[in-house]
């Protein structure tokens, strides 16, 4: 029998896109799934009633909790599921429908993968794709090139403890890929886009681009292990960088 995956969507207030969002999963080649939306305390009466109505879809469960922010929202909605693998997935985004499928497959044949991502389609506001890569933890500590969307394994997201609930203005999921890599808990990369980033105005990942430098020292100061001398680091990281994206060319 298939493994069961689960699905997990924080919502809050994004009644306008969560349809879009668990519509994706449903049009899914990969059947053995179940969807968990997580509303964190939403405000917002549209939205209230859209996830009330969204109990009625096929395998779809709501789960209500007190306002905690993202990171919480997705540790409880993983919680609440006995799968093997979870896909992580934000409200206002959708997913290939061949995704899980073929995640699943590379996990199912590789014991040593943790988790599995692909190339990100950027629409809305913006339409471009953001060409995401397999990079090591050297890089990685310094760039972000993993998505917030992932499938991964439930008990790899066990050992590290999950996603750190006090990151609430954003940067969580990287921290967490951070904390998987120092786990030796690495990812595997389909060069497909399989996901869809939707850019709007609002979006968490705006507001986190504006504390940029906040957030960063942040997670230097989480993981002193890793940035060690970082500054020294970091100018390798740029020359390889460079080099990387002439090669690129």
Known sequence: MEPLVGIVIPCY???????EAVDSVLKSTYK?????????????PYTVDILSKMEAKPLTKIV??????LSAARNTG???????????LDADDKIEST??????????????VAYVYSLV???????????????????????????????MRKDCWEVVNGYDESMRDGYEDWEFILRLAKSRFF??????????????????????RKQNKKLRRLIREK?????????IQYVSFLLIELLRRVKSY
């Open 99 to 112: 995704f899980i499928e073929k995640a699943v497959w590379i996990l199912e044949q590789n014991s040593d």
């Open 78 to 88: 993983i919680h609440f599921t006995q799968a093997k693998y979870i896909l992580t």
């Open 121 to 151: 389609q950027l629409f809305g506001e913006e339409n471009k794709v953001w060409r995401t890569f397999k990079a090591p933890l050297s890089y990685l500590k310094f760039r972000n090139v993993v998505p917030a969307t992932i499938v």
């Open 187 to 208: 990812g595997f990369h389909i060069n497909e886009i399989l996901f869809y980033y939707r850019k709007h105005k609002g979006s968490m990942l705006e507001s986190s």
């Open 13 to 19: 207030n994004y009644g306008l896109y969560i349809e």
């Open 223 to 231: 993981h002193p292990d890793l940035y060690f001398a970082w500054r």
């Open 32 to 44: 053995n799934i179940e969807i968990i939306i997580v509303d964190d305390g939403s405000t917002d």
């Open 64 to 69: 209500r909790r007190v306002n905690g922010g």
